[in-house]
């Protein structure tokens, strides 16, 4: 599985960012794709994910609200539209899978994911 992340720029704080992560190769259909983001000296946290059978959605409480998590299964991306950005998103988002079918409760740890996107930087400027 080969994941390629795009989007990420820089932009005031209010403003908004859409992200993309196209995958090819073997996905599964029952495996979520998730977005990540680290910061700089902070750990790889879970940012939001989608389930690409249903659509079913899971976020971090520091996005819910603000960002939202879309799927276009025909070209096999996955969107991350991220509104009312603030200074504390800035960060290197990277888009990932794992290789196994996963529980929601288990979408959040980093380890549970095999294939990971290059990363794409979002900067937020106060």
């Known amino acids: 599985v080969q994941l390629q992340a795009s989007g990420g720029g820089l932009v005031q704080a209010g403003g908004s960012l859409r992200l993309s992560c196209a995958a090819s190769g073997r996905t599964r259909s029952n495996n979520p794709m998730s977005w990540f983001r680290q910061a700089p000296g902070k750990e790889r946290e879970f940012v939001a994910g989608?389930?690409?059978?249903?659509?079913?959605?899971e976020y971090d409480d520091s996005v819910q609200g603000r960002f939202t998590i879309s799927r276009d299964n025909a070209k096999n991306t996955v969107h991350l539209q991220m509104n009312s950005l603030k200074p504390e998103d800035t960060a290197v988002y990277f888009c990932a899978v794992p290789s196994n079918r996963l529980i929601r409760s288990n979408w959040y740890p980093r380890h549970m994911y095999t294939y990971w996107g290059q990363g794409t930087l979002v900067t937020v400027s106060s």
């Open positions: 989608i389930q690409w059978t249903d659509g079913t959605t």
